[in-house]
């Protein structure tokens, strides 16, 4: 009875021991198995943070190069050569690219490649754009010093041109003034007639009848031949205008009246010109009268008598 009660008891405690082993077992193999888990959840977050850390850094570097070439292309647009719209449209598309970036959260491997490949194409862009501009301002600086070079020998030719011209107009100058013809020996003499006809001089006015000037053309080798005209002008006492007392314009807003013309043949040699004006109805008073000798409308010189 004892023997049988103490089996009972062994067994009993046996299977407690048992009971015990088997959750022993299973609470080891349940820490392992939970330590396991969560050491695969935080290598996996630790991976997907290295992950994202790579794509952020991979954004940020891709910003930081495209914003590069947007103040390369601000550069080469200053420069205002023939591609400054092409470069401007080429700047708006790297903005816009980096617009797309900025608003991209948490980029993708795939979006980062993306990126990546557009970049690569604005830099090829680019180079390709510089070497086309320095290429221009090349041909534009030898076509600066071109015109620089036409320019200065364009001076020079004024210059040589205005010399010339300057010369010319001496010369010209030179020739008119060796041209034109001087006249000396101004006289005028008051004639009367006796009933013979003969002419003798006078100083009587009521014995004058006619008053005769006279003058000398100077001989002239430069000077043009052919006939030449001067245009004699008599005044009284009161400033009249005796004789014809006819008006001539010259075409340059001058004008003479005058009393008679006189002309001679002129070919280089001096020559005595006289002309006569007779006296009217009323014959000539006392007094003195002065007579003015143009060449056209220049005056060359003067003579005056007076009558008792």
Known sequence: MKKQYK???????????FVFGIGATVFVFSLESYGNDENTKGASKEQDFLGSNREYLAQKDILDSLNTIKLAYDVAILEKTALSQELELERRNVENLMEII???????????????????????????????????????K????EIESQNLVMYKQKVENDTLISKQKKLESTLKDASRLALSNFKVLALKEKNSGKELETSKAKSTKKLKVSFTVNGNLVAKTGKRVFYIQVLDQKNSVLGENKLVEFGNDKALVYSFIVSTDFQGKSANVYGILN????????GTYFVNFFDKQEIMGNASITLE
């Open 102 to 140: 900025k608003a991209t959260q948490n980029p993708s491997v795939a979006q980062i490649r993306i990126y990546r490949n557009q970049f690569s194409d604005f830099k090829s862009t680019l180079e390709s754009k510089v070497v086309e501009i320095t290429k221009l301002k090349s041909q534009n």
């Open 7 to 17: 089996s009972k008891w062994l067994k009993v405690l046996f299977a407690v021991f």
């Open 279 to 286: 006296g009217d109805e009323d014959q000539f008073k006392k």
């Open 142 to 145: 030898n076509l600066l010093t």
